[in-house]
């Protein structure tokens, strides 16, 4: 987590992105900042995209993904799927005013849950004109479950006895925002794309996750092999960057999905300072079809934090504890 360390250290970086790319990658923390709504302006004049010499769009560098866009459509946007900038600047105040309260309402746990105040977290600060970054279906929410994800809805039951029941972002081995898919939440919502001809390198701020994309790979390896983030393959649609992603390994990389399904990722260089990322999730286990969800990602100039999360960590050792704690007291 970006913010909770103070002090700074340098640590060699990722040899891959090095090896392709001058982007500097650094160790260490900063230091809070409050986030303050910010509108995003489309009126703002375009930069021409820049290309690589065998005339690719240059995707490289570090991309910001936070975004106060909420996932699925609110309520009070009705069918809008754009909204216009009154509205946009009235979600966003309404957006600032529920960051950095110091609250204390709820149960202990709900306290904890939320790091005490909405100061230590870092959404960002832009609002895009679209009123979801669910895209399609048209409603802007996510499909309905299929009547099987629904019982395991139903069935489910958080476990406590072993660390390996936990969820692997909680074991700090993956991000929740890194994906695959990568989606905006409470920090490191940084992303740098280092790209070669034949390699494209994504690499997530959260947990130093990175991810190799085979831009010359023709099929994806038999079912029998998967892996942890998936196996990707990428190609170029005309100026567009297509990934797609299968042989998962574990269940519920993004919320209730399977490891049989498909993701396709596009990246799109809008003009020198958007990047538009989009991600297409067919998992028919899962939901009745197919849905799209579409962000942008602004360029960014910060440097790149090592995410030191597991090392000396007695987070996992107190989680274990307050379950034997609940189980005593039955």
């Known amino acids: 987590m970006r913010n909770s360390h103070w002090s700074a250290r340098f640590v060699p970086a990722v040899a891959v992105a090095l090896a392709l ?25 375009k930069a021409a995209v820049p290309r690589t010499p065998d005339g690719k769009p240059d995707l490289q560098g570090t991309w910001d993904f936070a975004q106060l866009t909420p996932f699925e459509r609110p309520d009070q946007f009705g069918n ?8 946009v600047e009235e979600y966003a105040q309404q957006r600032a005013e529920q960051s950095n309260k110091d609250r204390r309402d709820g149960s202990a746990a709900a306290d904890v849950e939320r790091a005490y105040n909405d100061f230590w977290w870092d959404f960002g600060h832009r609002v895009a004109r679209q009123s979801s970054l669910v895209v399609d279906p048209p409603s802007g929410r996510l499909p309905a479950l299929t009547p099987a994800a629904q019982q395991r809805t139903k069935n489910r039951v958080n476990r406590y006895e072993n660390p390996e029941e936990r969820p692997l972002a909680e074991r700090c081995i993956l991000g929740f925002n890194s994906g695959p898919p990568m989606v905006p939440s409470a920090y490191n919502n940084n992303m740098v794309l280092v790209q070669t001809k034949d390699t494209v390198l994504i690499y997530n701020e959260m947990v130093h996750s ?16 998967r892996f942890l983030t998936g196996h990707s393959i990428g190609r170029w649609e005309g100026d567009t ?20 399904m498909k993701l396709v990722e596009r990246f799109t260089r809008e003009d020198g300072d958007t990047l538009r990322y989009e991600f297409t999730l067919n998992d028919p286990e ?15 100039d910060e440097m790149v934090y090592e995410y030191a999360c597991h090392e000396a960590n007695y987070g996992l050792e107190g989680v274990m504890r307050g379950a034997r704690f609940e189980d005593n007291k039955k």
């Open 21 to 45: 790319s001058p982007t500097l990658f650094a160790a260490g923390q900063a230091k809070p900042q409050a986030p303050a709504a910010k509108l995003a302006n489309p009126a703002a004049k």
């Open 80 to 87: 809008q799927s754009q909204i216009d900038p009154e509205q």
């Open 210 to 225: 990175a991810r190799i994309i085979d831009m010359v790979g023709k099929t994806h390896p038999p079912a029998h092999l």
């Open 241 to 260: 960057l297509v990934v797609e992603t299968t042989n998962f390994q574990k269940d519920g990389l993004f919320r209730q999905s399977t490891v049989n």
């Open 286 to 300: 899962v939901w009745t079809t197919p849905f799209t969800v579409s962000l942008p990602m602004t360029r960014s």
